[in-house]
């Protein structure tokens, strides 16, 4: 089979400071792929769409990876409604609309699990969008994802635009984003875990009940399933042009909790307060599609969890711990 990317092609990486977008720029390298084009939030603001048509006629992209977004965990969405939805609208926006009218060859929009129903029938195949009702605690950036989905299927549709969508679960890595309040509940727990580790802390109190399920995926493997999918997968005019992307296992919050103790060497108790709330009780995605394709997950949670722990040890001794999107 001929590559629908291949080295020669000059890929737009946007977000590739972020934690899924540095790893995509590190998988493309692995890959043989020497231009790979990348911008600054201070050199390129994507909420501008003067500024982004113009860096797009200067720099002549042929492929698009859009990872760039506002990102951020239950207290952030609860918080910041309306930052989640118009970021995130403008930023896929602006992208996907002045790709396809700068004839880009390709596009790859990165989306999230958060896009399917609360109660959605387990594991969540792809055929689930729009079924039912979403979880409240992100519906605001799960309605700009889906938004931003539409948009690439409108424009295969109509103009016949190359713009696929991957699904990942709930992503970790190095790269993460540790704030003590905003960030996803692997790193928060993380953080949490190694403080309380370090100040001998008795006990620490976790969110909601840990009884809710949740599938984690390591960003190096997001990262090499956006490589084989520019390189391998091309739906029809009329097929699905969105595939989930995770390990098709899950684990109770509970569990995970008792991981990232025992990764950071925290011996005391973990209390859960009930008050808080616990999310989509339980989200596990049906991988099945990519799978036939040919592509699986190969890093387990217990050794990716090991090694973001070290990261995470070794960005915060050297003061360079991200603690903002």
């Known amino acids: 089979m001929i590559p629908l990317v291949t080295p020669g092609d000059r890929i737009f990486v946007a977000g ?7 790893a995509i720029c590190r998988a493309l390298a692995r890959g043989g792929y020497t231009q790979i084009l990348t911008v600054t939030r201070q050199e390129l603001d994507l909420l501008d769409p003067v ?4 860096w797009f006629a200067r720099c002549h992209p042929s492929v698009v990876v859009l990872a760039a977004g506002k990102v951020g965990g239950i207290e952030a969405n609860t918080s910041y409604p309306v930052d989640f939805l118009l970021e995130n609208l403008k930023i896929q926006t ?5 790709a396809w009218r700068s004839g ?3 596009l790859l929009f990165l989306g999230s699990s958060c896009i399917y129903p609360r109660l959605a029938p387990q594991p969540i195949r792809e055929e ?3 079924s039912g009702p979403l979880e409240p605690t992100n519906e605001w950036y799960a309605v700009a994802k889906i938004a931003g989905i539409k948009l690439c299927e409108a424009l295969r549709r109509q103009h016949g635009f190359d ?3 991957l699904m ?3 992503l970790y890595g190095p790269g993460d984003t540790y704030h003590p309040i905003n960030s996803h509940v692997l790193p928060a727990l993380i953080r949490r875990f190694h403080e309380a580790a370090q100040a001998k802390h008795p006990s620490v109190t ?5 009884s809710p399920r949740r599938e984690f995926l390591h960003v190096d493997d997001l990262a090499e399933a956006c490589v084989f999918a520019l390189e391998r997968w091309q739906p029809g005019l009329q097929e699905l042009a969105f595939l989930n992307v995770g390990t098709g296992l899950d684990i109770s919050i509970r569990e995970l909790a008792q991981h990232v103790a025992t990764a950071t060497h925290y011996h005391g108790t973990i209390h859960w307060d009930s008050s808080k709330p616990d999310g989509t009780p339980k989200k596990q995605l049906d991988v099945s599609r990519l799978a036939a394709l040919g592509w699986q997950a190969r890093i387990p949670l217990a050794e990716g969890l090991l090694s973001t722990v070290q990261a995470f040890r070794q960005h915060l001794s050297c003061n360079q711990l991200r603690t903002v999107e």
Not at 16 to 22: F, L
Not at 94 to 98: A, G, K, L, S, Y
Not at 206 to 210: D, L
């Open 16 to 22: 590739h400071r972020g934690m899924a977008g540095s």
């Open 51 to 54: 500024a982004v048509s113009a």
């Open 94 to 98: 602006h992208v996907i609309e002045t």
């Open 104 to 106: 880009v060859r390709r």
């Open 128 to 130: 689930a969008l729009l």
């Open 163 to 165: 713009a696929i969508s």
């Open 168 to 170: 990942p679960t709930n």
């Open 206 to 210: 976790c969110w909601g009940t840990g």
